[in-house]
Each structure stands twice: as structure tokens, then as C-alpha cells.
């Protein structure tokens, strides 16, 4: 009997032992296969931080194409229309006219956007503008991803981020008609230039934003002295939240530079932007700007205003509305008669039937142009159609 029972307490201890060693042994296995992928995440984290290593495959271009065209009906013969002029700002026959110039049909153009990281360091953006008869390099900028400090840098050909609107582009705003006191200033093309840019975002629960650019200064309406560079812009942004419906966004800026007889110009900016979530897809908008512009043209100075304002109503996520209201309000300069109560008026209805395609039909009442020498009473009316395919940042509201 005690044989029997201290050989049964020999086999078990041997199969107590053996499934103790299977234990460990997997145990190490698991330890094994932990280890090997923490060495792999090692591996990648250092390749992310060598330029030779760092492999693009991963990171293939969003690109898009986004088609603008219209009909137009207006009260003005296009070769009358073409030649307008607006008085302290821009002469007979040297308007820009890129959207929308001929009463009947226009592709207004079609927008190549593309964009990529390049590395674990800089992502890469390019916007062209293919016009009927031209071929524009609208953006084509570098902007860094990983500087310290909340701080980062875009280089290269871009629109400033001055005022509201001038970053934005032309299919991304409420209306299909560029404010009057933008036009004016700065032309079709706003502020954009080659340049450098520098943002610093606060590490607060406010959004703050100040940024600082350097830009070539080449737009002639306001700058235009490109000898060298002469453009210097600053601004300071920031937004709040009240409760969870209002969000207001607001900012000022200024922008120095040399204009064509080397003098000096500067224009001051005020922005602010409303937005009331009514429901998920339902809100109010309010978004209006401030410019004000001062000129030395050596023996004189021309110091002149403007603004808009635009409210949109936005019902669904199919349809909206809105109205806006854009005037030169001070026009300080020598000029022939008609260089006051330079006002227009705006309204549109526009339905998305998805989120790519958009139909908006504007109306506008424009008192703001001389043609022949005389004001003209501009009734205008514009159909348009929007079409975007492909991958495409996200505009902000």
C-alpha cells in the first residue's frame, strides 16, 4: 500500500511539474511576442523621426477638382459691363472680372486642389485655377506639422489669413459676388502672394490665434511697390462659445506695405462671425467685416472705407437663404462727381441636393459702378452651379 501511494505521489508531481514548465513556456512565448512589438513600434517611431526612412506610401495625395459655372442676366451690355470703373479705386477698363463676366453663359473655372504630408515634418498644398483662357496657380504652399510652442509656419504662394473672407475661396463663400470694399482694395484675387507665414495658437480653453506674414506685396490696387518684398501683415483671432448653440468668432488686422509711388499704404480690418446651431442641420449666420484704407500718394492721401455684412439662414442641410448688404461708406479723395453712396444689395436662395453639388440663384441691386461716366442702377441676376469630386479640405463655417 505505501508503495502504491508514494508512486502515485511521484506521477503526480512529474505531471504537476510538467504543466508548471507548459505554463512558463507559455508564459515566455507571450513575453516573446510583447517584446518583438514594442521592438516593431520602435522601429517605426524611429523611422518617423529619420528623413530617409520615412516612406510616402502611406500617405497618398487628396486631390479634388471643383467645377464653377453660371448664367447671368443683367441689365448692361458685356462691353459696356467690362469696362466699369469705380470711383478712388479702380480706373475705366482695368477691372478684373473672372466671375461671372458676360450675360449669358460662364465656366467661371475649374479648381485642381491636391495635398499631402511630405514627411513627419511638413504637409504640402496646392490649389490651380483653370480659367478659359488662363492657367493660375491660385495656392502652392508648405506648412509645418510638428514645430514646439503651438506654433507653425506656411511657406510659399498662399492667401493671407487678413480680415475674414481673403483666405477663402470663391466657392466657399455665401455669395457668388465678391464684397464691393474686397474688390476695390484688392481685386478678384484678394491678398495672395509668395510669403511667409508664422501662427501661434494660446494653450488656452479660448480659442487665440496672432499670426505674423511677410508677403511680395505685388497687388497693385493697395501695395504693388515689388522691388523687394513690402508687404507686413499681423492680426489676433479668437472665438467663444455661449452655451452650446452661439459661437462667436472675431478678429482685427492690419496690413503695411508700399504702393506703386513708394509710399506708404495701410489698411486696418475688423471681422466678426455669429453662428446660432438652431438643430443638428439648421442655423443663423452672421459674418461682417470693417475695412479701412489710408494711401500716401506723395502730394495727397486717399483715405476710404468700407464693409459688408451678410446674414445667412441656413433651413436644412438642403436648403438655405440669406441677404447681405455691402457699401463704400468713406471715399476721401479728389475725385469727379459720383464717388459717394457707392451701395449694393444682395439676396440668394441656394439648395444642396447633396453635399458635393450646389444650385444657388442670386439677385443683386449694384450702385457702385461708373460706366460711360455715369452711375449705373445694375440689376443683376445669377445662377450658378457648384460641382466638387474627389477629396477636399473642409471649409470653415
Known amino acids: 500500500m505505501k508503495k502504491t501511494v508514494t508512486l502515485s505521489l511521484l506521477v503526480f508531481s512529474c505531471l504537476y511539474a510538467d504543466t508548471q514548465l507548459d505554463e512558463i513556456k507559455q508564459q515566455l512565448k507571450l513575453q516573446d511576442i510583447k517584446i518583438k512589438s514594442l521592438e516593431q513600434q520602435a522601429q517605426k517611431r524611429s523611422s518617423l523621426n529619420q528623413s530617409a526612412s520615412f516612406s510616402q506610401n ?4 487628396d486631390m479634388a477638382l471643383i467645377l464653377n459655372m453660371s448664367a447671368v442676366s443683367r441689365d448692361v451690355k ?9 470711383p478712388g479705386f479702380i480706373k475705366p477698363k482695368e477691372a478684373e472680372i473672372p466671375f461671372n463676366k458676360n450675360r449669358g453663359f ?9 495635398s499631402s504630408s511630405v514627411d513627419p515634418y511638413f504637409d504640402v498644398f496646392a490649389i490651380f485655377h483653370l480659367h478659359p483662357n488662363e492657367f493660375e496657380i491660385e495656392e502652392a504652399f508648405v506648412k509645418t506639422t510638428s514645430l514646439p510652442y503651438s506654433l507653425s ?10 480680415g475674414r473672407i481673403n483666405s477663402k475661396h470663391q466657392h466657399s463663400w455665401y455669395f457668388d459676388t465678391q464684397p464691393v470694399i474686397y474688390e476695390a482694395l484688392f481685386g478678384p484675387d484678394a491678398i495672395s502672394d509668395p510669403g511667409i507665414q508664422l501662427q501661434y495658437l494660446a494653450p488656452t480653453d479660448t480659442y487665440i490665434m496672432l499670426g505674423v506674414e511677410a508677403m511680395q506685396g505685388s497687388n497693385e490696387r493697395s501695395f504693388g511697390d515689388t522691388e523687394r518684398n513690402n508687404l507686413y501683415i499681423g492680426y489676433i483671432k479668437s472665438s467663444v462659445d455661449i452655451g452650446d448653440e452661439l459661437s462667436i468668432l472675431g478678429g482685427v488686422s492690419l496690413a503695411h506695405g508700399k504702393n506703386t509711388t513708394s509710399n506708404s499704404t495701410d489698411i486696418y480690418g475688423a471681422d466678426i462671425t ?5 438643430d443638428s442641420y439648421s442655423a443663423l449666420i452672421f459674418q461682417g467685416e470693417y475695412l479701412d484704407r489710408s494711401k500716401d500718394l506723395g502730394d495727397t492721401t486717399d483715405r476710404q472705407a468700407g464693409l ?19 457699401a463704400i461708406v468713406k471715399n476721401d479723395t479728389t475725385l469727379p462727381p459720383h464717388s459717394d453712396n457707392l451701395e449694393r444689395y444682395s439676396a440668394m436662395i441656394q439648395y444642396k441636393p447633396f453635399e458635393f453639388s450646389r444650385l444657388r ?37
Open 58 to 61: 502611406a500617405y497618398l495625395p
Open 78 to 86: 458685356n462691353s459696356e459691363y467690362e469696362n466699369y470703373s469705380i
Open 106 to 114: 460662364n465656366l467661371n473655372y475649374a479648381e485642381f486642389a491636391i
Open 153 to 162: 509656419i506656411k511657406a510659399g504662394k498662399f492667401r493671407s489669413s487678413f
Open 274 to 278: 455669429l453662428r446660432e446651431q438652431l
Open 308 to 326: 459688408y455684412g451678410e446674414l445667412i439662414y441656413q433651413v436644412n442641410k438642403n436648403y438655405s437663404g440669406g441677404v447681405r448688404y455691402d
Open 361 to 397: 440663384l442670386q439677385y443683386s441691386n449694384d450702385k457702385t459702378k461708373i460706366i460711360n461716366g455715369e452711375r449705373q442702377d445694375i440689376n443683376e441676376f445669377i445662377l450658378s452651379l457648384n460641382i466638387a469630386a474627389g477629396a477636399h479640405g473642409a471649409h470653415s463655417y
